[in-house]
């Protein structure tokens, strides 16, 4: 089985991403960001990246050539990304809402930088290796512990990890893991909280 390698690009973007989750949950958590200014941030990520389409920004130009993988929409990820967080904020109480960004955050990110140094290399998907998923999942459920129980955060992470490792396609649309890691992590936590309440 070969090899997936990961590149000094895939290394910055995973970073980023691992940062970007930490960072926007200790805002959050702090009061030093309100969900509702994350819905600004993305508009205007959305606006940044129809203008890069057209157009190279001097600064953001840059940014895209570090961190952007070639031939998608500029920006797509970082915009994905902050749909997910939204999405969490909305749907969920803010314990669960932040253990579940973690786990996208942490687990995702490890998922995708530990995978190719696995010896196994067994791929559960065209791009995901079993590996990276434990990794992920033990990573991301350490995470999510700040806020949740271990319990809650190490099934949420699992789960959440299982499904992302998955590649679920609607339409034949591959989903996006930025909404579907955070929104599964925080529906598990929710259900396990109801089940154990009795509710």
């Given at each position: 089985?070969?090899?997936?390698?990961?590149?000094p690009l895939e290394i910055r973007r995973q970073l980023f991403h691992i940062l970007l989750g930490i960072v926007l949950v200790c805002l959050l958590s702090h009061g030093i960001l309100a969900?509702?200014?994350?819905?600004?941030?993305?508009?205007?990520?959305?606006?940044?990246?129809?203008?890069?389409t057209r157009r190279?920004?001097?600064?953001?130009?840059?940014?895209?050539?570090?961190?952007?993988?070639?031939?998608?929409?500029p920006g797509k990820g970082v915009i994905t990304y902050f749909i997910g967080v939204i999405l969490a904020?909305?749907?969920?109480?803010?314990?669960?809402?932040?253990?579940a960004i973690l786990v996208l955050a942490v687990g995702d990110g490890v998922s995708s930088l530990v995978g190719p140094f696995?010896?196994?290399?067994?791929?559960?998907?065209d791009k995901k290796l079993f590996e990276g998923t434990i990794a992920g999942a033990a990573f991301g459920?350490?995470?999510?512990?700040?806020?949740?129980?271990?319990?809650?955060?190490?099934?949420?992470?699992?789960?959440?990890?299982?499904?992302?490792?998955?590649?679920?396609r609607l339409n034949q649309k591959l989903l996006n893991d930025n909404v579907t890691v955070p929104l599964v992590a925080g529906t598990v936590i929710l259900l396990l909280r109801n089940f154990l309440n009795g509710n």
């Open positions: 089985m070969t090899k997936m390698p990961v590149t969900a509702r200014d994350l819905f600004w941030i993305l508009a205007a990520g959305i606006l940044v990246s129809w203008i890069s190279r920004l001097p600064i953001i130009g840059w940014f895209l050539d570090k961190f952007e993988r070639k031939q998608v929409r904020l909305e749907l969920f109480p803010r314990d669960i809402a932040y253990a696995g010896h196994l290399k067994t791929k559960l998907s459920g350490a995470a999510a512990m700040v806020f949740v129980t271990p319990f809650e955060a190490f099934v949420c992470a699992i789960i959440a990890m299982i499904f992302e490792a998955m590649e679920i």
